[in-house]
């Protein structure tokens, strides 16, 4: 006579087995274990048919839902881990009229990469410039981010948007588990940026891209910014918590720094900036015929400032 006990048990061990070797191989993505996490009612059923049915023929039940739960979670068609190695998550053609873009991203934690390059592709659009006006690259763990394209006169918008899971992430210590976008954006036309992230390492290589504006709003994070001198002007605007930032800029073009505080870990004095009350201007601002205006307000462990080309300080 059949045991409902024993069975359950021996499955449920068997089981476990089998997906931590297939995930230690890399046959199936740690997202998985974040699959049957969101399966966890079928869990509570299989310990109730496992009381109810004890011993007996029925007693394959509560094995048979833990099968069940496993087979879900593998051929779950809404994947709760989706790696961007392969395909682009989001590509949308530089349709003709389109002049300048934005670019706004809001979600949680991330590593967020965004730089600038000619897109290459295939679509012609009314026999105007062929490529991309924007492609995009995600390994995402929950929900996937949603990506809308709209266009007003000669502006377009990419705005992607990515809801907080639910379900919390144990990341087991492994890379694979990181929520990671990157962002290649068309050189062509001008741009402006808007980030609302979370706790966050933020990597933009805009050296190719004429900034108008970026707005960076974020919890704790690591934030590296590649400007170049595309732009006459360019107002970049960051209001973070416990934030690191490192800027990369032209030695040619003038940098004016509004400080809402008392800058931590800084090389302004260093690099020949000069203090007129809460604002510092880089050396030979007034003669500058490009120029960049930060302002800054949070909580910033450092804030460094290096030319381009130039070593690290």
């Known amino acids: 006579m059949y045991s409902s006990g024993r069975l359950f048990t021996g499955v449920l061990i068997l089981l476990i087995g089998v997906l931590l070797l297939l995930s230690n191989t890399g046959v199936l993505g740690w997202g998985l274990w974040l699959n049957l996490i969101s399966l966890w009612p079928l869990l509570i059923i299989a310990i109730g048919l496992r009381l109810i049915f004890p011993k007996g023929p029925l007693a394959v039940l509560s094995p048979l839902v833990l099968v069940l739960l496993v087979v879900l979670a593998v051929f779950n068609p809404v994947g709760y881990y989706h790696s961007g190695s ?3 998550s989001f590509r949308q053609v530089l349709e003709p009229g389109v002049s ?3 670019l706004i991203v809001d979600t949680g934690a991330l590593d967020l990469n965004v730089s600038g390059g000619k897109i290459s592709g295939s679509d012609i659009v009314g026999g105007a410039r062929a490529g991309d006006l924007v492609n995009v690259s995600e390994q995402w763990v929950g929900r996937p981010t949603v990506w809308t394209y709209t266009v007003s006169g000669d502006k377009a918008t990419i705005h992607g948007k990515r809801s907080l899971s639910r379900i919390m992430a144990i990341p087991f210590g492994s890379k694979r588990w990181e929520n990671k976008t990157s962002i290649t954006l068309n050189e062509s036309i001008p741009w402006t940026i808007e980030l609302n992230c979370g706790a966050s390492n933020i990597d933009l ?3 190719s891209i004429e900034v108008k504006r970026l707005d960076i709003n974020s919890g704790a994070s690591n934030i590296e910014i ?8 360019t107002e970049v605007d960051i209001d973070a918590g416990f934030v690191a930032v490192e800027l990369t800029v032209p ?3 003038g940098i004016l720094i509004e400080e809402k505080f008392a800058l931590s870990g ?3 004095g260093s690099l020949g900036f000069e203090r ?12 500058t015929s490009k120029r960049i205006r930060i302002s800054m307000d949070g909580g910033f462990s450092s804030f460094n400032i290096r030319y381009s080309g130039s070593s690290r300080t």
């Open 86 to 88: 392969d395909d682009s």
């Open 100 to 102: 300048e873009a934005a």
């Open 205 to 207: 290589d805009l050296s």
């Open 226 to 233: 590649v400007l170049g001198d595309k732009a006459s002007y």
């Open 251 to 253: 030695r040619d073009v």
């Open 266 to 268: 800084d090389n302004l």
């Open 276 to 287: 007129e009350g809460d604002v510092w201007l880089s050396p030979g601002y007034s003669q």
